[in-house]
């Protein structure tokens, strides 16, 4: 995947997280939530496209380092969305395999950034 193709991917994430946040009820719990997707599966999409500006190979690997965080961060609130019984998991599945991906390949990147791939 090329770095524009990641960027939409991202973008495409951000929204889906907006669009979740905005259908989820007007209760406390929820509202707690909200505020906590919107601040960090946004954040995935901006942190990439910082990481695409990059100095060097460590800055790369820094700034991939928050999109990891901030993905994973987004997969335990859809969780934590599930295990309080505030949506069912079938609603954000699809979500929630995307959000995986997307952290799958975030740390692939930066393994190899740090040249840290596979050893033969």
Known sequence: MNPEEMKKRTRAFA????????????TPTANVIRHQMLRCG???????????????KADFAA???I???????????IELLID???IKRAR???LLIEADEI?????????TSRGLSKVR
Do not use: H, Q
């Open 15 to 26: 929204l889906r997280i907006i669009r979740l946040a905005e259908s989820l009820p007007n």
């Open 63 to 65: 700034k991939m380092g």
């Open 84 to 86: 309080a019984e505030i």
């Open 92 to 94: 954000v599945r699809d």
């Open 42 to 56: 946004p954040s995935v999409g901006a942190n990439y496209r910082a990481a695409c500006r990059a100095r060097s």
């Open 103 to 111: 952290l799958s390949i975030t740390v692939s990147s930066i393994k």
């Open 67 to 77: 999109v990891e965080e901030e993905a994973d961060e987004s997969v335990f609130w």
